[in-house]
């Protein structure tokens, strides 16, 4: 199992700034995602992050909107870059200890953006 | 989209009854898995089953799992108020990338 550390639990934004979302592992973990989570919607995937490489976009997400970095196999950041009312979300970090496993997930990132 | 759907979107039903939700996805998996949503944060998983797997136990969960129709049904027998949750499935597919596909979820309310 992993136990996850996600901060800020929730942080209310002004237009235009940016805003970054840390995820503090446990144990090392080969596998780590971001996932973006719309009111009342799913999650959609927007990057693995890689670790010591750049991360790894869906469709429809851009590094210049979501920089993220992992430098080791227990930590990584998501940037939410430039951002507008539109980017409120929760914003939740997961990882996974072997492929097709299950994954497991942070407490999660509740973003307003005024 | 790969994004599976779910159905119902809502279920309400009363504390001992038991509650069914489906899912449906569109490209072959590895593995589909369940996760419960409490309160809109972290999500839980529940339990997985394997692409060559028909039906799965876990408690009072119960996972059947249909390749042909491509298709997964979550029973939860006896619920209780506590189940009540969002509930999501998700699938794996081949590439060992690890990322999982979410659906569409079933928000269910169990009334004391």
């Known amino acids: 199992s992993a136990v996850i550390s996600q901060k800020p639990s929730r942080d209310i934004c002004q237009r235009g700034t940016s805003l970054t979302i840390q995820c503090q592992v446990d144990?090392?973990?080969?596998?780590m995602f971001w996932y973006r989570q719309q009111p009342g919607q799913s999650l959609t995937l927007i990057a693995t992050?890689?670790?010591?490489?750049?991360?790894?976009?869906e469709s429809g997400f851009v590094i210049d909107k979501f920089p993220i970095s992992r430098p080791n196999l227990t930590f990584s950041t998501l940037t939410v870059s430039n951002m507008s009312p539109e980017d409120s979300s929760i914003y939740l970090c997961?990882?996974?200890?072997?492929?097709?496993?299950?994954?497991?997930f942070g407490s999660g990132t509740q973003l307003s953006v005024l | 989209s790969q994004q599976g759907e779910e159905d119902p979107q809502a279920l309400s039903i009363q504390e001992g009854e038991n509650a069914t939700m489906n899912c449906s996805y569109k490209?072959?998996?590895?593995?589909l898995q369940w996760y419960r949503q409490n309160s809109g944060r972290g999500l839980v998983h529940l339990i997985l089953?394997?692409?060559?797997?028909r039906e799965k136990h876990s408690g009072r969960l119960r996972v059947t799992l249909d390749t042909s129709k491509k298709s997964s049904s979550l029973l939860i027998t006896a619920s209780r108020a506590a189940d009540t949750a969002s509930y999501f499935c998700?699938?794996?597919?081949?590439?060992?990338?690890?990322?999982?596909?979410f659906g569409q979820g079933t928000t269910l309310q169990v009334k004391p």
């Open positions: 992050a890689n670790q010591g490489s750049e991360a790894t976009y």
């Open positions: 998700a699938t794996g597919y081949s590439g060992n990338t690890g990322k999982l596909i």
């Open positions: 490209t072959s998996i590895n593995n």
């Open positions: 997961s990882v996974g200890t072997a492929p097709n496993e299950k994954l497991f």
């Open positions: 144990s090392q973990v080969t596998m």
């Open positions: 089953i394997r692409s060559n797997e």
